[in-house]
């Protein structure tokens, strides 16, 4: 293949890639403008993802974390917080590559760990990254695969780390173009952890690969604030609650019509819908009430009243509340193709059901596990949810019955992150 071809004992696909980026970094800072004019940007910090730091570098040695958007980030939470509890002789910085990632992270972090954004993987911008931070270790969260990245910082003496890698069917067949650049940068980490054994498979051809080890296995229940949990509650009554999380677009649609068509159940139970970015709140809510049904918007500060039929809760880091509120959790991002489904396992912390639809691929085998110990339910078809939500809904006693599987799946699953940390800390500085 063309790709494999040597240019100065690199492949020429890796060649190709650093002279495409080194062409299209003078237009990056215009584009970077743009993004942020959309909202998909930070306007006060673009020059973090063009490789200028905000902030100075500690003197102790470092430890460079990059987890590209929410769900990796909350992912590596757990590792960040035990790497602070136990090397507090270490520095931490974890970067993000949005705007919504960047939020949580800096309501969530421990003290003493540092956020910036992601550097673009252009030539200047990871030299200046690299540069200023000069991490002594480097972990990779997932899927984030930057060649002038990894190479600089391995180029620096850093050790590499891929954690939680996950490869889907389709880079795997995106890599067999450009084999020889794969190729150089997966040989360039010290240690690669794949999360399940569809990524084990597709990275054995590149002769690494250890042993499993899923992050999003790991972590505490979600916080929430107790005085706003009870002040809802009261609210609600003793109305049953159907939540979907973290949804996106055609997904309200569709959660709606499946909540209408429930045969009658007294009190009348409530839909709170979290769309995965706040910021289409007003969307959802006036899809929902071109339906005709009664609906509150949080972001409004309008109330759950008596009549409310759905109540669109579009703020930020409150998942806590609303996995409590709930007695079923309908899990956004598996009922249209592409997304790839959000992570079960944090309603399951909570006691909360879980219910995917049949597009739930990033998780497959966490749902594996849990679809065949009844720790979470699965509707392919709309009907199915109507069923599925009915049936808890109308019956508390299987609700928390299931709850109770899903809160002990999540419990014996907690062994991840000593997995993680047994693999990462002979590389530690």
Known sequence: MWSERLTHGRPLSLAVYRLAVRLLEPFMPAILRMRASRGKEDPARLGERLGHASVARPASPLVWIHAVSVGESLSVLPLVERLRERRPDIAVLVTSGTVTSATLLSKRLPAGAIHQYAPLDTPGASRRFLDHWRPDMTIFVESEFWPNLILGAKARGAKLVLLSARITEKTAKGWARTRGMVTTVLKAFDLVLPQDRATQARLAPYGVGGPLVNLKYVGEPLACDEV??????????????????STHPGEEALIASAFAAMPAIAPAPLLIITPRHPERGGEAAALLRGRGGQVALRSAGEPIAADTEAYVADTLGEMGLWFRLADVAVMGGSFVDAIGGHNPLEPARLGTPPVTGPFAFNFTDVYGEMLAEQAALLADRPEDLTRLMH????????????????????????????????ALEPLLP
Do not use: N
């Not at 706003?228 to 999380?245: D, N, S």
């Open 228 to 245: 706003e949990l009870a002040r809802l509650k009261a609210a609600i009554g003793a109305r049953p609650v159907a939540l979907a999380a």
């Open 391 to 422: 049936g808890l809904l109308s019956d508390p006693a299987r609700a928390r019955r299931t709850g109770a599987t899903a809160r002990a799946f999540a419990r014996s699953r907690s062994a991840a992150l000593d997995d993680a940390w047994a």
